[in-house]
C-alpha cells in the first residue's frame, strides 16, 4: 500500500512575528519546512510528498522541494486550512495519506510509522500525547470542573485511507470549521484511532519557539610601536609619541575585532579579505574595514550580540580612553556602548609589549542569527 504525506506549509509566520512564512526561517543551515520534511523523506514508508504553499512562497518552494529524493508536488493552499487540505488532496493518488502540519520538525520515524500502522489496521492513526497539565474548564472566570484522565494532546501527522477523507472533506457544509482532520474524519466517518505522538513534537507557533543560533569567535592582533605613526585605537586616536606600524592605519583593537567577527562564521581572516599588499588598503581606516566585514556577517544572516577586548599597552595609560573608543565602536556595530566591554592592562615590563616596542589586543564576539 503506497503512502502519500500532504505537509501543510502555507502559513504567513505572523504569530511567530517574522516578516515572511516561518518555516523558511533557517536553522542548522537548511529551513524548518526541509527539517520537517526530511525526517518523511527518510521513512521507507512514504512514497510521495505533497507540500501546501502560499501564492508568494511557490517558487522558494519549489525551489527547495526540486531536490528532494521522493516526488514531491507542490500546490498553492487555500484561505482557510480546510481549503488548502482539500487542494492537497486532489493532489493525492496514494491509498494512504498522512497530514503534517510542516511547522512540526521533530516528529520522529518511529511516530509516522505508527500513524501509517494504525491506519492498515484501524482506517485512521491521530498523533496525540496525554496531558501533563491537568485541564481545567472554565465558566465566567471560574473553573466548573478540572480533568486530565483520559485527555490527550492532539498532534499531526494524522493518517487516514485516501478514499475516506476525501469523502469527509466532501461533507463538511458551509460556516462549518475544523482546527484538524481528526475532526472531520471523527464527524463524517467514524470515531478516529489515536497513535503515537510525543511531548516533543511540539508545534512551532512564536518566535521564542525557533532556534536562535549564537556563535562566538575570537582574534588576536599584534603590531609594532615606531615613530612618526599616528596611535589609532577602535578608530580614535589617542595622544602618544609613538604610533603602530602597518600596512592600514594599524588599528590592532578594531583588527584583532574583525578577526573575531570573521572566525565566528568562519569566514577566513582580515589578510585572507583585505591583503596588506593591496595599493587600495595602504593608510585606509580600519573603521572603513570593519564596516565590510560587518556587512558579510549582515550577509550571513547574523547580528553582533557583543564584544569583548583587552588591550595589552605597556603605554600609554588607556583607561581614560577606553568609554571613548567603546562609544565609537558601538556605534559602527550598531550595539549599545555596554556590550561593547572593552578592558586595558600592561604586561608588567615583560617581553615586546612590556618594552613599549608593540600593542596587542584579544577580542571575542557573540554573534546571533537574525
Ligand atoms: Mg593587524
Same mark, same amino acid.
Given at each position: 500500500?503506497?503512502?502519500?504525506?500532504?505537509?501543510?506549509?502555507?502559513?504567513?509566520?505572523?504569530?511567530?512575528?517574522?516578516?515572511?512564512?516561518?518555516?523558511?526561517?533557517?536553522?542548522?543551515?537548511?529551513?524548518?519546512?526541509?527539517?520537517?520534511?526530511?525526517?518523511?523523506?527518510?521513512?521507507?514508508?512514504?512514497?510521495?510528498?505533497?507540500?501546501?504553499?502560499?501564492?508568494?512562497?511557490?517558487?522558494?518552494?519549489?525551489?527547495?522541494?526540486?531536490?528532494?529524493?521522493?516526488?514531491?508536488?507542490?500546490?498553492?493552499?487555500?484561505?482557510?486550512?480546510?481549503?488548502?487540505?482539500?487542494?492537497?488532496?486532489?493532489?493525492?493518488?496514494?491509498?494512504?495519506?498522512?497530514?503534517?502540519?510542516?511547522?512540526?520538525?521533530?516528529?520522529?520515524?518511529?511516530?509516522?510509522?505508527?500513524?501509517?500502522?494504525?491506519?492498515?489496521?484501524?482506517?485512521?492513526?491521530?498523533?496525540?500525547?496525554?496531558?501533563?497539565?491537568?485541564?481545567?474548564?472554565?465558566?465566567?472566570?471560574?473553573?466548573?470542573?478540572?480533568?486530565?484522565?483520559?485527555?490527550?494532546?492532539?498532534?499531526?501527522?494524522?493518517?487516514?485511507?485516501?478514499?475516506?477523507?476525501?469523502?469527509?472533506?466532501?461533507?463538511?457544509?458551509?460556516?462549518?470549521?475544523?482546527?484538524?482532520?481528526?475532526?472531520?474524519?471523527?464527524?463524517? %466517518?467514524?470515531?478516529? &484511532?489515536?497513535? #503515537? @505522538?510525543?511531548? +516533543?513534537?511540539?508545534? =512551532? !507557533?512564536? *518566535?521564542?519557539?525557533?532556534?536562535?543560533?549564537?556563535?562566538?569567535?575570537?582574534?588576536?592582533?599584534?603590531?609594532?610601536?615606531?615613530?612618526?605613526?599616528?596611535?589609532?585605537?577602535?578608530?580614535?586616536? %589617542?595622544?602618544?609619541? &609613538?604610533?603602530? #606600524? @602597518?600596512?592600514? +592605519?594599524?588599528?590592532? =583593537? !578594531?583588527? *584583532?575585532?574583525?578577526?573575531?567577527?570573521?572566525?565566528?562564521?568562519?569566514?577566513?581572516?582580515?589578510?585572507?579579505?583585505?591583503?596588506?599588499?593591496?595599493?587600495?588598503?595602504?593608510?585606509?581606516?580600519? %573603521?572603513?574595514?570593519? &564596516?565590510?566585514? #560587518?556587512?558579510?556577517?549582515?550577509?550571513?544572516?547574523?547580528?553582533?550580540?557583543?564584544?569583548?577586548?583587552?588591550?595589552?599597552?605597556?603605554?600609554?595609560?588607556?583607561?581614560?580612553?577606553?568609554?571613548?573608543?567603546?562609544?565609537?565602536?558601538?556605534?559602527?556595530?550598531?550595539?549599545?556602548?555596554?556590550?561593547?566591554?572593552?578592558?586595558?592592562?600592561?604586561?608588567?615590563?615583560?617581553?615586546?609589549?612590556?618594552?613599549?616596542?608593540?600593542?596587542?589586543?584579544?577580542?571575542?564576539?557573540?554573534?546571533?542569527?537574525?
Amino acid at each position: 500500500m503506497k503512502v502519500t504525506a500532504i505537509i501543510t506549509c502555507a502559513g504567513k509566520g505572523t504569530r511567530a512575528g517574522f516578516d515572511k512564512n516561518k518555516l523558511l526561517q533557517k536553522t542548522d543551515g537548511i529551513t524548518y519546512l526541509e527539517k520537517t520534511a526530511n525526517v518523511f523523506l527518510g521513512c521507507e514508508l512514504i512514497d510521495n510528498l505533497v507540500i501546501t504553499s502560499s501564492a508568494n512562497d511557490l517558487e522558494e518552494i519549489s525551489k527547495i522541494t526540486a531536490n528532494f529524493n521522493k516526488k514531491t508536488t507542490v500546490i498553492l493552499g487555500g484561505d482557510t486550512r480546510t481549503e488548502s487540505i482539500k487542494n492537497a488532496l486532489n493532489a493525492c493518488n496514494d491509498d494512504i495519506v498522512l497530514i503534517h502540519d510542516g511547522a512540526r520538525p521533530f516528529v520522529t520515524e518511529e511516530i509516522i510509522i505508527d500513524c501509517i500502522n494504525s491506519v492498515k489496521k484501524y482506517g485512521s492513526g491521530i498523533a496525540c500525547t496525554p496531558l501533563a497539565d491537568t485541564l481545567a474548564v472554565e465558566q465566567n472566570g471560574e473553573i466548573v470542573c478540572t480533568e486530565r484522565e483520559n485527555r490527550y494532546l492532539v498532534q499531526t501527522p494524522q493518517g487516514f485511507y485516501l478514499k475516506d477523507i476525501v469523502f469527509a472533506y466532501s461533507q463538511i457544509k458551509e460556516g462549518e470549521a475544523f482546527t484538524d482532520d481528526s475532526g472531520v474524519y471523527s464527524k463524517y %466517518i467514524k470515531p478516529a &484511532k489515536i497513535s #503515537l @505522538g510525543s511531548p +516533543d513534537n511540539k508545534k =512551532l !507557533t512564536y *518566535a521564542s519557539d525557533f532556534n536562535k543560533t549564537q556563535l562566538v569567535g575570537t582574534g588576536f592582533d599584534l603590531h609594532r610601536l615606531v615613530e612618526d605613526r599616528k596611535l589609532i585605537l577602535g578608530g580614535i586616536e %589617542i595622544p602618544h609619541t &609613538k604610533g603602530l #606600524l @602597518g600596512h592600514s +592605519d594599524a588599528d590592532v =583593537l !578594531t583588527h *584583532a575585532i574583525m578577526d573575531a567577527l570573521l572566525s565566528a562564521l568562519s569566514l577566513g581572516d582580515i589578510g585572507k579579505h583585505f591583503k596588506d599588499t593591496d595599493p587600495q588598503w595602504k593608510d585606509i581606516s580600519s %573603521i572603513y574595514l570593519l &564596516k565590510k566585514v #560587518l556587512e558579510m556577517i549582515q550577509n550571513e544572516g547574523y547580528k553582533v550580540v557583543n564584544i569583548s577586548a583587552v588591550i595589552m599597552a605597556q603605554k600609554p595609560k588607556l583607561s581614560t580612553f577606553t568609554d571613548k573608543i567603546s562609544t565609537n565602536l558601538a556605534q559602527v556595530i550598531h550595539i549599545e556602548p555596554k556590550r561593547m566591554g572593552i578592558t586595558c592592562t600592561t604586561l608588567e615590563g615583560v617581553g615586546l609589549v612590556g618594552r613599549e616596542e608593540a600593542i596587542a589586543t584579544q577580542a571575542y564576539c557573540l554573534l546571533e542569527k537574525i
